[in-house]
């Protein structure tokens, strides 16, 4: 059974940082990406940021590209996602995932809260 576990989050000021981490455990065999999205309120959930656990890609959106950087453990199944230059609009509940390679099963965490205000 794969575990999703994230850390990281809380209130920031805008122009802030903040580091999100998350560890997928349960299965090591065969990993493929892991990643964040995020949905603010009365909005639909959005993709933020992944990364290729073995050969470590990056694929960004546009909102955050330059502002936020994610990078991985590939040993520890972990990946970190430094939040810079936070704005308002940052503000949202963000949810880590992981998968594999060769399957379409996605494995969730809880999500944390990200408030950024003054």
């Known amino acids: 059974q794969v575990h999703v576990a994230e850390s990281g989050g809380g209130w920031v000021q805008p122009g802030g940082s903040l580091r999100l981490s998350c560890t997928a455990s349960?299965?090591?065999?065969?990993?493929?990406?892991i990643g964040w999205f995020r949905q603010a309120a009365g909005k639909e959930r959005e993709f933020v940021a992944r990364?290729?656990?073995?050969?470590?890609?990056?694929v960004y959106a546009n909102s955050v590209k330059g502002r936020f950087t994610i990078s991985r453990d590939s040993i520890e199944y972990t990946a970190y996602l430094q939040m810079n230059n936070l704005k308002p609009e940052d503000t949202a509940v963000y949810y880590c995932?992981?998968?594999?390679?060769?399957?379409?099963?996605?494995?969730w965490g809880q999500g944390l809260q990200v408030t950024v205000s003054s």
């Open positions: 995932y992981t998968d594999y390679a060769g399957t379409t099963t996605e494995y």
């Open positions: 349960g299965r090591s065999n065969n990993p493929g990406n």
């Open positions: 990364i290729g656990v073995s050969v470590g890609r990056k």
